[in-house]
């Protein structure tokens, strides 16, 4: 799962290598039918037109240098985020914290990586949720170089959705082992709170006698019965 999630964040940032490609292009220079849009609605079709299909989040239009561009013209524009694996997972069960008084306080996610994949009730993709990868634009305008980027990047819009529905598969698989596991945490994490009181109230009545059996309380008395 990991492997197929590094493979959608290297394609994301083919894309965006590919925007910058494009924005970097200098009419009539390299190709002066290639533009770029001026409308949020227009990046959107290309990159958010929803579900395993959206790229980029944060849509809108500025002035291009606002987006790194060396124009003050309006432009198009979406941010484009690395997609990651979640688990959902109760703090207090994976690291043994048996002084606590529940189990399942504090619940949340936590990125999976390659050294803690077992983590978790459950696994997801988490899709446009990790860090920074970089700004995209729709490409407009004619054939040549511009034509091949804009299908370029269809196709690797393409290639990560299928990677996405492929991801579920997994997921669910994964998700129901954890679930099973987290039943048997519950089970274990109940034995050994048990075990945290008994060893507590031993410490305290081991405690209590030290006073009763010092001599400098009257110690030590003895039991009658």
Excluded at 22 to 46: K, Q
Excluded at 73 to 92: H, I, K, M, S
């Amino acid at each position: 799962m990991v492997g197929i999630v590094a493979s959608i964040n290297a394609k994301k940032q083919e894309i965006v290598d590919i925007a910058e490609l494009a924005s970097a292009n200098t009419p009539p220079t390299l190709d002066p039918t290639c533009t770029l849009g001026d409308t949020a609605a227009g990046v959107a079709g290309t990159y958010a037109s929803g579900g395993n299909s959206t790229i980029a989040i944060g849509i809108g239009v500025t002035a291009g240098n606002n987006v790194g561009l060396a124009t003050t013209a309006v432009v198009g524009y979406g941010t484009v985020y690395a997609d990651t694996l979640v688990a959902y997972r109760y703090p207090n069960l994976e690291v043994g914290n048996y002084i606590s008084l529940n189990p399942l306080e504090n619940p949340g996610d936590e990125t999976i990586t390659s050294s803690n994949l077992g983590i978790g009730i459950s696994s997801r993709l988490g899709i446009n949720t990790g860090s920074f990868i970089g700004t995209v634009f729709q490409i407009t305008g004619g054939g040549g170089s511009c034509s091949g980027w804009a299908n370029s990047i269809t196709t690797l819009i393409n290639e990560i959705a299928a990677l996405r529905v492929s991801m579920s598969e997994y997921t669910n698989s994964v998700t129901s082992v954890k679930r099973y596991k987290h039943r048997r945490q519950l089970k274990y994490w109940s034995i050994n709170k048990s075990i945290s009181i008994a060893n507590s109230s031993v410490t305290t009545n081991t405690s209590i006698l030290s006073i009763l059996n010092n001599p400098a309380n009257g110690g030590p008395y003895l039991a009658t019965g």
